[in-house]
């Protein structure tokens, strides 16, 4: 019976960071643009690995196809500089086609109504009642006071408790709603934290 030798391990975790690195690159660049909710240990070598299958699988078709060989992608053991590169480029532009894909979603579901459906999902109420908004917006908050204006910029992190943003033309206004004085600057910052709640007119 063959004894199996010390470089079968190896060259098997090779070939699995091999797959998984394009993948990661992939997956990490579009995250930092689309924020979601983030993803278990598993789920995230799990998509890497998805990716990376597919994009490596590529670079060697490439490689044997049309670069006859000249990134070297078939020699055993740890690849070479070129294939490693082609393998970092082959990440980028994916996250890249990802970027693309997720926002000619939101292009063809904000033109075309009846195709609404194909938008991503945010995973976020707060994110889908900003996504456009032009409604203006009277923000009560914890301390009593009351603003009146709208939402120019918001920020969005899914795993954190609250998330702040700009509410702009706004104004301090009463209860009902009468105006005790405009904010001249830039506008009013707020926390999701401090508000009770938030009408939307």
């Known amino acids: 019976?063959?004894?199996?030798?010390v470089a079968e391990p190896?060259?098997?975790l090779v070939d699995f960071l091999v797959y998984v690195m394009p993948g990661f690159i992939a997956h990490q660049l579009f995250r930092a643009k689309y924020a979601a909710k983030k993803l278990s240990e598993f789920g995230q070598v799990a998509w890497s690995?998805?990716?990376?299958?597919?994009?490596?699988?590529?670079?060697r078709g490439a490689?044997?196809?049309f670069l006859h060989g000249w990134l070297r992608s078939d020699t055993a053991g740890f690849p070479g500089s070129r294939f490693v590169m082609a393998l970092v480029l082959a990440g980028l532009f994916g996250g890249v086609l990802l970027i693309g894909l997720n926002y000619a979603r939101f292009f063809v579901a904000a033109h075309w109504p009846r195709l609404e459906g194909v938008a991503p999902?945010?995973?976020?109420?707060?994110?889908k009642v900003n996504r456009p908004n032009n409604d203006y917006a009277v923000v009560y908050v914890d301390d009593g006071s009351i603003y009146f204006g709208?939402?120019?910029?918001?920020?969005?992190?899914?795993?954190?408790?609250?998330?702040d943003f700009l509410l702009a033309d706004a104004k301090r206004v009463?209860?009902?709603l009468t105006e005790e004085y405009?904010?001249?600057?830039?506008?009013?910052?707020?926390?999701?934290?401090n508000v009770k709640r938030i009408e939307f007119l």
């Open 150 to 163: 709208w939402i120019k910029d918001y920020a969005f992190d899914p795993d954190a408790t609250s998330n």
């Open 10 to 12: 190896a060259e098997h």
């Open 1 to 5: 019976m063959a004894v199996p030798s």
């Open 121 to 127: 999902d945010p995973q976020s109420i707060w994110v």
């Open 182 to 193: 405009s904010v001249s600057g830039q506008g009013v910052y707020l926390n999701t934290r």
């Open 49 to 59: 690995l998805i990716y990376g299958v597919i994009l490596a699988t590529l670079v």
């Open 174 to 176: 009463d209860e009902q």
């Open 63 to 65: 490689d044997g196809r």
